[in-house]
């Protein structure tokens, strides 16, 4: 079975652009994941998503938002790019949405912000 | 509020001896907690998890954690290191009916040979 692909691996931007990442869970998966992960801050918890819907959010300004397709497929977008937004987002995904259910993570796209 | 520390940026051991990475906890409810690895440029791979019974948890790679629930800890052990234990290890938790996951910063481990 395969698991949890992300794209694009990398991205350059530069500050005030916008970016969209997407991330593919394993088949059969239906709850998507975004962590947020810097060197000084560790793995922030981003947003998750169960059925198209957004279950939970961390606390990130408004700029990031994201959103789930039918397919399970998810989007992150982060607008009005700043220079601390420069991290790896790692997408992960599980069974369901239950506190039990493990996670299983993608290999991540760094992001870095000019 | 949930949360999750380790107390160590770094381990250092040497290959052949135990290791134990630490991490201790707090929720408002019955704690789920889980074990990453992360190799460089990868994304984190499950260790293990612990959601109810027996207080010692076995995992992939030789690894196994002990909860303590006086203590509020869940520390990773291996009774032998190997060099290619070397990463990046991240406890996290969910509390129960809880739907995010709480990670800690982060124990580099070296193990050296």
């Known amino acids: 079975k395969a698991g949890v692909t992300q794209t694009p691996r990398y991205l350059i931007k530069t500050r005030g652009q916008q970016v969209t990442l997407s991330c593919s869970p394993i088949s059969g998966h239906r709850s998507v994941s975004w962590y947020q992960q810097t060197p000084g801050q560790g793995l922030q918890f981003l947003f998750e998503?169960?059925?198209?819907?957004?279950?939970n959010k961390g606390n990130f300004p408004g700029r990031f938002s994201g959103r789930q397709f039918s397919n399970s497929r998810s989007e992150m977008n982060v607008s009005t790019l700043e220079l601390g937004d420069s991290a790896l987002y790692l997408c992960?995904?599980?069974?369901?949405?239950?506190?039990?259910?493990?996670?299983?993570f993608g290999p991540g796209t760094r992001l870095t912000v000019l | 509020a949930q949360s999750v520390a380790q107390p160590e940026d770094q381990v250092n051991v040497a290959e052949g001896n135990p290791l134990t990475v630490k991490c201790t906890y707090s929720?408002?409810?019955?704690?789920?907690l889980f074990w990453y690895v992360q190799y460089p440029n990868r994304g984190l791979q499950f260790l293990l998890k612990y959601i109810t019974g027996d207080n010692l948890v076995k995992g992939s790679y030789g690894f196994e954690a002990e909860f303590n629930k006086s203590q509020t800890s869940f520390h990773l052990k291996k009774p032998s290191a190997l060099v290619s234990d070397s990463a990046l290890y991240f406890c996290?938790?969910?509390?129960?009916?809880?739907?995010?996951?709480?990670f800690g910063a982060g124990t580099r481990l070296f193990v050296k040979a």
């Open positions: 992960a995904s599980s069974l369901e949405a239950g506190e039990t259910d493990t996670q299983y």
């Open positions: 996290a938790v969910r509390e129960n009916g809880g739907f995010k996951t709480i």
């Open positions: 998503y169960f059925s198209e819907t957004q279950r």
């Open positions: 929720v408002s409810g019955n704690p789920y």
